[in-house]
């Protein structure tokens, strides 16, 4: 294709989220590609984005995204944070149209095939509910399915409790903060038909899985949207001929893919979380301080 650059095959994605809410993503990630190199960027010195203004989080999106093209080459980018999405993926794909871009978008679309009674409960950040993006979505999903409801909660201040148990491992803020968002919704004078699918519209959230699944009846469906952004990331990939084929690096270097971990900010956070979540070589859950300002 005239003007379409080589990216390199063997060349690694890129991946970033405000924190380490990402890391639910590229979890979902390695495992559907399990030969791919990632370059995990976690914006902590600018965590949480969700209560931020949009100007906010389009620059520090804009300033993460240059520095994955330009200083590690990346393939393709895949933005693990759903407010990041809802504010920049349309000017970064304005600004980038010859490159793999993969946005999450909160599971509406699989909540509506999933549900039964056709009552679902949205948990995302303030962002991702005030986006135009947002909006456009659950028009989207109502219009072919009107006799859903949607009732959307901003969890704010979740993300960053989130951050926080991480690091010390005390979830009693989280517990709180689900407890005081959920427990109207499934409280019995809500009555019925009740709510069967409560989508996980933040990365961070699936983190917590277990405490909000102790919080929900056991018939309830926690659906997040790690597994279908790594589905079209293959897709992508597939299309414009980018796999990483299993003998890259040729045989005597062939192994699964690697993860490298970057941190704006603090990089003890992501460092306990990748520990935590994501099955790493030991060694490899090093976390590399780089300082990217914003333009
Ligand atoms: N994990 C991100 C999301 O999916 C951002 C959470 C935050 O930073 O507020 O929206």
């Keep these: 294709m005239p003007g379409r650059p080589d990216f390199d095959p063997g060349a690694a994605i890129g991946v970033f989220d405000s924190g380490i809410g990402g890391l639910s993503v590229l979890g979902a990630l390695r495992e559907a590609l399990p030969n791919e190199h990632f370059v995990y960027v976690a914006d902590s010195a600018w965590t949480p984005y969700g209560e931020r ?27 693990a944070c759903n407010t990041a999405s809802a504010v920049a993926v349309e000017r970064l794909r304005e ?23 056709g009552h679902v409960t949205v948990l995302a950040t303030r962002g991702t509910l005030a986006s135009g993006k947002y909006a456009a979505l659950r028009l989207r999903v109502s219009a072919t399915a009107p006799q859903l409801r949607f009732t959307e909660i901003a969890c704010d ?35 019925f038909p009740a709510v069967d699918t409560v989508v996980l519209g933040c990365t961070h959230y699936p983190l917590i899985g277990e405490q909000i699944r102790l919080r929900v009846p056991t018939t309830v469906a926690l659906l997040d949207a790690g ?25 005597a270097l062939d192994r699964p893919g690697q993860v490298r971990l970057l941190a704006t900010g603090d990089t003890a956070r992501l460092q306990a979380a990748a520990r935590r979540w994501l099955d790493l070589p030991p060694g490899d859950e090093r976390v590399e301080r780089v300082e990217l300002a914003s333009a």
């Excluded at 010859?98 to 909540?111: G, Y």
Aim: aromatic share 4%; with cysteine.
């Design 53 to 79: 203004r949009d100007e906010i989080v389009l620059e520090r999106t804009e300033a993460i995204t240059r520095h994955l093209r330009e200083a590690h080459a990346v393939k393709a980018l895949v933005i």
């Design 95 to 117: 600004d980038h149209p010859d490159w793999p871009i993969v946005a999450i978008e909160p599971a509406l679309k699989p909540a509506a095939r999933h549900t039964l009674s």
């Design 157 to 191: 201040g979740l993300a960053a409790a989130i951050e926080q148990w991480a690091l010390d491992g005390d979830g009693t803020a989280c517990d709180e903060l689900v407890d005081r968002y959920l427990a109207p919704v499934f409280h019995p004078a809500m009555g």
């Design 227 to 251: 597994a279908p952004v790594a589905r079209q990331t293959w897709r992508l990939l597939n299309q414009a001929s980018l796999l990483r084929p299993p003998s890259h690096d040729g045989p």
